[in-house]
């Protein structure tokens, strides 16, 4: 009989991180503008004279290259038009991945814990191929370990071992942290991606509350920001008719789900969090997508991402 270490849907092994490097290499956030998206990979800059993207048009002016003069809109205007193209420069991405004790949870698949480290793996590699600079927060609840943004595969290595590590740590005697966990790790990376960085916070968002919203709003408003919310599908449907033993980490309470009003106020505590969470992207214009843990990780990404093809 195999032990629960050695199942892939309760923990990752190192070795099934290095293996989604070919996964990682077919996608790349760094396309996400080119379809319309906040994700750029790299920052665009104006320039004048050709370059990567095709940005606006403005009218001439004195000194622009006439190859970039657009005959066609400047018939149409009787004004010479020329086109503006941006060319892209370094964008640090850094990784935000829970592996706290409330993430060691799934009714379906997997543990949110396993998709949040196959989830950070398949963007570490998917950066890494891209030629960006990558960096780490990996926090758990008492814990957080910083990398600091490199181009380099060796601590790329370091850093999937370290979320093999902590995600084979949890187990579920372990007692619950006091919800300032998460906060404790956006507060260090709004301190490290002050501005210009790709952050990506890989989450259930559990103990989420204003001065999470605040801390995303700032990292959304001087980075490119990107929260991908991890759930169980039973956060959103109806739970089992049986008692429930809920803690908080230090006291335990039992709930009568045969009390259809005390059902009805856990699935709302439950869902609610991740409609606050989603409905955050939307109020501060940062793309938040919730990942399942009913479905393999790689698939999701793909649809997420897609038609953004990596590649140097």
């Not at 942290?177 to 990376?189: E, F, S």
Request: charged share 25%; hydrophobic share 40%; proline share 4%.
């Amino acid at each position: 009989m195999k032990s629960p270490l050695e199942d892939p849907r309760i923990y990752v092994q190192l070795q099934q991180l290095l293996l989604l490097e070919a996964h990682g290499r077919s996608f790349s956030l760094a396309r996400q503008r080119e379809t319309g998206g906040r994700m750029a990979g790299r920052q665009a800059s104006r320039l004048r004279g050709r370059g990567l993207d095709f940005d606006e048009l403005r009218s001439y002016q004195a000194g622009d290259d006439v190859r970039d003069i657009d005959w066609r809109v400047s018939a149409r205007t009787r004004q010479p038009q020329v086109k503006i193209y941006r060319q892209e420069r370094d964008r640090p991405t850094l990784l935000v991945i829970d592996q706290r004790v409330g993430m060691f949870y799934g009714t379906v698949h997997a543990m949110k814990s396993v998709v949040a480290a196959q989830t950070a793996a398949l963007l570490g590699w998917s950066a890494e191929f891209a030629g960006d600079r990558v960096g780490t927060l990996l926090f758990d609840d008492k814990h957080c370990e910083e990398y600091a943004p490199r181009r380099s595969r060796p601590q790329l290595l370091r850093v999937l071992a370290a979320v093999a590590k902590a995600n084979q740590r949890l187990h579920a005697d372990l007692p619950l942290g006091d919800h300032t966990a998460l906060n404790r790790a956006l507060d260090i990376a709004a301190r490290l991606a002050r501005h210009d960085h790709r952050v990506v916070v890989i989450s259930d968002f559990d103990g989420s509350d204003q001065h999470s919203r605040e801390q995303l709003a700032g990292l959304a408003r001087h980075n490119e920001l990107v929260c991908l919310l991890v759930h169980d599908p039973s956060a959103r449907q109806a739970l089992p008719l049986s008692d429930l033993v809920a803690t908080d980490g230090s006291h335990q309470v039992a709930l009568n789900l045969n009390d259809n009003r005390q059902r009805k106020r856990l699935l709302a505590l439950s869902a609610g969090r991740i409609e606050r969470v989603l409905g955050w992207g939307k109020e501060y214009g940062f793309p938040c997508h919730a990942l399942t843990t009913a479905e393999d990780t790689w698939p999701q990404l793909r649809r997420l991402f897609a038609g953004s093809a990596g590649g140097r």
